[in-house]
């Protein structure tokens, strides 16, 4: 055999390993119950890191609520979002079960208990699709394909163009596309599908973030969500020279969000801002400057996962 017979042989026997690699990752995605499992979620974000990571894949399998126990890791449908989070605690109350839970990433566990009906599942299997996002997967998976295609395009194209092998055309075909040209598109197109499926996943096919900032930048307008921000004040009719207490609390609970103040009367106007804590809430204080009706207004900017939101309320300040 050729010495080029064998090394095509091996190139071919290499792309269809790595073709088969992937196109099971496709096939468990869109089914899998070939698994043993009942759903099947693309990860966007790294709440979970380093359990799973953007662009793994999860398998989620059904559980009765009662077999689950702490340190298992559960996908939770809070009628917002879907999530995966870690089992800390499992407690009953008044007849009802309740999961503390907590990313692996995050520093704090999450402010409210998941009741076990916003439970879908136990995360049975992790299919490790994120490599193709890193700089490895991306030369082994689609640059070196890639190079492989080029470099086999190049050969035939030259074989074709020399004057004896035109003179021998007749007794022997030379493909323009052969099964390692074909493979290696397969490889190309399949992984570039991968790496950009936490772009363009249905909603429902998705694990968001809980509490940490995903890793990419998604446009998704058609799946962002409301969020909810709400204020009041310790008092709505003060002094002057006194000072009111602004508080209320953002949903969802995110620590570290920007809670942008404005409080205006007539054509002053006084812009503020302050931090939410892990649990949401926020604070802060205003002393008016002048007495009359000042209007006090909260409002959040959103993110990549959810709609703008904001309150209004105002207070009476009495002179002196």
Same mark, same amino acid.
């Given at each position: ?47 979970? $890191?380093?359990?799973?990571? +953007? ?6 399998? %059904?559980?009765?609520? &009662? ?17 995966? =989070? ?5 407690? $009953? ?5 309740? !999961?503390?839970?907590?990313?692996? *990433? ?12 916003? #439970?879908?599942?136990?995360? %049975?299997? #992790? ?37 004896? =092998? ?10 323009? !596309? ?10 190309? #197109?399949?992984? !570039? ?14 694990? +968001? ?23 009041? #004040? ?15 609390? +953002? ?5 570290? $969000?920007?809670?942008?103040?404005? *409080?205006?009367?007539? %054509?002053?106007?006084?812009? /503020?801002? /302050?931090?939410?804590? *892990?649990?949401?809430?926020? &604070? ?19 993110? $990549? ?16």
């Amino acid at each position: 055999m050729k010495k080029t017979t064998l090394v095509k042989c091996f190139v071919e026997i290499i792309l269809v390993i790595m073709c088969t690699i992937i196109l099971a990752s496709w096939i468990l995605l869109l089914a899998p119950q070939l698994a043993g499992a009942d759903h099947s979620y693309i990860i966007v974000g790294k709440s979970m $890191e380093p359990f799973v990571k +953007l662009g793994d894949i999860a398998l989620v399998k %059904e559980k009765p609520p &009662q077999e689950l126990e702490p340190g298992d890791v559960i996908v939770i449908d809070d009628g917002i979002r879907k999530y995966a =989070h870690r089992i800390i605690e499992k407690n $009953e109350e008044d007849g009802k079960l309740l !999961f503390r839970t907590k990313g692996d *990433y995050n520093e704090a566990p999450d402010y409210t208990p998941v009741s076990s009906e916003h #439970v879908i599942g136990e995360v %049975e299997y #992790v299919i490790p699709t994120s490599i193709i996002r890193t700089k490895v997967g991306y030369i082994i998976f689609i640059a070196m394909p890639l190079m492989v295609l080029a470099i086999n395009q190049t050969i035939k194209v030259y074989r074709l163009s020399t004057a004896s =092998h035109r003179k021998r055309r007749t007794r022997r075909k030379v493909e323009l !596309f052969d099964t390692v040209s074909a493979l290696c598109l397969t490889l190309i #197109v399949a992984n !570039f599908a991968f790496a950009l499926a936490p772009a363009y996943a249905p909603a429902g096919t998705i694990l +968001l973030d809980r509490e940490a900032t995903p890793a990419m930048r998604v446009k998704a307008a058609t799946w962002k969500v409301p969020s909810s921000l709400t204020c009041h #004040v310790n008092a709505t009719e003060i002094q002057l020279g006194e000072a009111v207490k602004i508080c209320g609390r +953002l949903d969802p609970p995110k620590k570290g $969000e920007e809670i942008h103040l404005t *409080y205006s009367m007539n %054509e002053t106007i006084i812009n /503020t801002c /302050t931090l939410t804590n *892990y649990d949401g809430s926020y &604070q802060s204080i205003f002393q008016p400057p002048e007495p009359g009706t000042w209007k006090i207004e909260a409002s959040w900017a959103g993110n $990549e996962w959810y709609y703008a939101s904001s309150c209004k309320l105002s207070i009476h300040v009495l002179g002196e």
